[in-house]
């Protein structure tokens, strides 16, 4: 059973009145796969955020687990949309890489991750025949019986088609057949609504050519975004020129980094871990704005939604090194957050005294030489004034704190005693001590509860071996 209990809610842009005329396309934006020609006032509209949900789910044999749920057409648009654009006019552009029809029944009004990919891998395939079910569901608007268009260049497949007062152009390249790319245009108050678009959205696609990448090797760069590709990770970034070397550097960083997350807590056998995706912003607002309510606090998130680890840079810092710090610290703190989610089974609850710990642990990374080794920590001084966390009743309770327990008092305090706790069974700590992390991991991913975990692997007596440790670490540092 899984419960509606909303964790951050958060705000949906509301649809505009529609009307309009026909634009005049003039100015080229790069949008990947496609370079659509947009008035020169288009200014680049932020994605609707996405409402998340934490919420519980009940095993057969009465266990229960808190999962994160998500409404399914919110899912559905976020994972086609390619970008969005508005003009002075009024006038809305979308470009979208439609990959299915909205799967269903789901069970629920939202949804596992896990349950909405399972539905829609059943979806069927879209094809020419079922565009205009799909146009319909996109838009929510009756569509119009599509036109076939003679194809152009690297065009293999074109329809256009009316859909309410908008229009689409959809289409199909000969390098990606199974892929279509739809063009919606959906007019702005002042125009006549009896003006056609077939023309006008013509010209938004001259000779619908795609992008040709201006960089060699294992970067490309369209619309001011550059795109860096070293498996396991893909980088898209905004950040100026300046800072191309560098961002080679930090790409290589990731791949030492991860490499240190394995030895920690090794891929398990058997599983295909997808691309780990790192988008970084040049503009601290365009972050906030791409990030959504909730997170206009933070330097970095992972979000489950996108599945993208998300930076926000600051390309007007007075200090180029500062800011790349900064940058390299929150990614290799993010990159945990990312690693551990790509690597735990669905229904496995980490607690987030582990998560945060990993994560504020490899944060401290430095690579030399292409190997990473933990460095200093500024949060040691939080960590000796959490005297009663460390007590071996204060770690017990501490290991069973909820998330919005974690976040919601002594913060800095939480933080620092779950870095300290990961820091020294990773780096101090004695056998049979220093496999306690991977043994609590194992059971939590076995489906035990973390009271089960917590019972087999930190009882009262190993907590307080833990807890003089600790002490004496602090002592000597």
Partial sequence: MLARIPATLLLLA?????????????????????????????????????????????????????VDAFVPEQLWRKEQRLGAWADAAGNKYELVAPKSLLGGPFPQAIVTREVYDAIQAKAPALALPTMGKWLTAWVGAPCGRP????????????????????????????????????????????????????????????????????????????????????????????????????????????????????????????????????????????YRAYSGEGMEWSAGHFSSVQRELVVMGDAAEDSNKRRR????????????????????????????WFNEGHATFFETFRVRNGKAAPGESPRIEAARRAIGLRSPEGLGRFMMLSQPEFYATSIQENYAVAWLL?????????????????????????????????????????LRAISEGLADYLSKH
């Fill in 14 to 66: 509301l649809a505009l009145p529609i009307h309009a005329a026909v634009p005049a396309f003039t100015q080229n934006i790069a949008c990947p796969p496609l370079r659509v020609r947009l008035p020169k006032d288009a200014q680049a509209t932020p994605t609707p955020a996405t409402e998340a949900y934490r919420g519980v789910m009940q095993h057969p044999d009465g266990s229960v687990v808190e």
């Fill in 147 to 286: 036109t076939r268009l003679k194809p152009l260049g690297a065009v293999a497949n074109a329809i256009f088609a009316e859909v309410g007062n908008a229009a689409a152009l959809v289409l199909w390249l000969k390098a990606e057949p199974d892929q279509p790319y739809a063009l919606i245009v959906t007019p702005g108050p002042n125009a006549d609504p009896a003006a056609k678009w077939r023309t006008a959205l013509s010209r938004a696609m001259p000779g619908f050519a795609p992008i040709r990448g201006g960089l060699s090797g294992s970067a490309k760069e369209a619309g001011g975004w550059l795109t860096l590709d070293r498996p396991p990770y893909r980088l898209h970034t905004d950040l100026p020129r300046r800072d191309r070397a560098w961002l080679d550097t930090l790409l290589a960083d990731m791949v030492a980094i991860r490499e240190a997350y394995t030895r920690a807590l090794p891929e398990p056998s058997g599983v295909k871990i997808p691309t780990s995706v790192i988008r970084v912003f040049a503009d601290p607002e365009d």
């Fill in 325 to 352: 710090d900064e940058i390299r610290s929150t990614t290799f703190h993010e990159g945990f957050h990312q690693y551990l989610f790509l690597i735990t089974p669905a229904l496995a609850n980490v607690p987030i």
């Fill in 422 to 462: 990961v820091h020294w069974l990773r780096t101090e700590a004695k056998a049979p001590l220093d496999t306690a992390l991977n043994r609590y991991y194992a059971l939590l991913c076995a489906g035990k509860k973390p009271a089960e975990a917590q019972a087999e692997v930190f009882p009262p007596e190993t």
